[in-house]
């Protein structure tokens, strides 16, 4: 086993697996992954961290909750590299992605609201009349079909594409958000939720917590923001950087 090289700010792989709850294995994968930086070595060719590397392991997993294991990483590789602009611009790419999902609930949530329970009566309808209520052209909702956003059943005697009372639902809902610039595939999640709750009203529960999803995600990527910046503020060429930081 190596000897303790605490001393002078040198930390033993163990050390720094230790004091972030990590194994030593992870810690020299997260090496290898660029995350860290290299560690230098010790006359017997040992791994010597230093509070350097504790700053960048806490950046990292202050990141993560916020944005993700791979965005994160990739964060920490170009901020190692001294790409920080290009880190930076990472972040931005996450947060504008946090900020559309935010946009997404709030659709997702007005056109729920719009939509009216689903009647007791058969309300069965064809193509053409459903293409003519919500003003889209058949081929239109022949598409939806073959993306598997509606799933019509077929007149066993004509052959038609009939449409109940639930199909209807989902074609209003569909329209709705396609209006609103989402595309199939973000829809598509939602539809599958629809049909399996059995319709809008016990969807309530997932909404809020998809909204809690994101309020945490927001609030994480804070809490990562200020692990970011403290690491940022102890790197070499710390002067050259606006920010500010402790090391660990």
Sequence with gaps: M??????????????????????????????????????????HGYRTYTPLHGNALRAFLALVPGHGHRTAASVMRAINRDATEHALAIIDESHAQLLEDRRTLRAVEAALGDLGPVPQERGD?????????????????????????????????????????ADVRDTLLIHQLRRGGYRLGQIAPLIVQVRSAGGVA?????????????????HAMLAGAAALDAYLGCRPDSARRPAGGQVS
């Design 2 to 43: 190596a000897r303790n090289l605490q001393s002078g700010g040198q930390l033993r792989p163990v050390d720094l697996a230790r004091r972030h709850g990590l194994s030593t294995q992870a810690v020299r994968n997260y090496e290898a992954a660029g995350i860290l930086p290299d560690a230098e070595r010790s006359a």
């Design 125 to 165: 309808t064809f193509v053409g009349p459903l293409a003519g209520r919500l003003g889209i052209r058949p081929a239109t909702l022949r598409k939806w079909e073959r993306a598997g956003l509606v799933q019509p059943r077929r007149d066993p005697h004509t052959g038609y594409r009939v449409y109940s009372a």
């Design 202 to 218: 016990p969807l309530a529960s997932m909404l809020d917590d998809w909204r809690a999803r994101l309020s945490a995600r927001g």
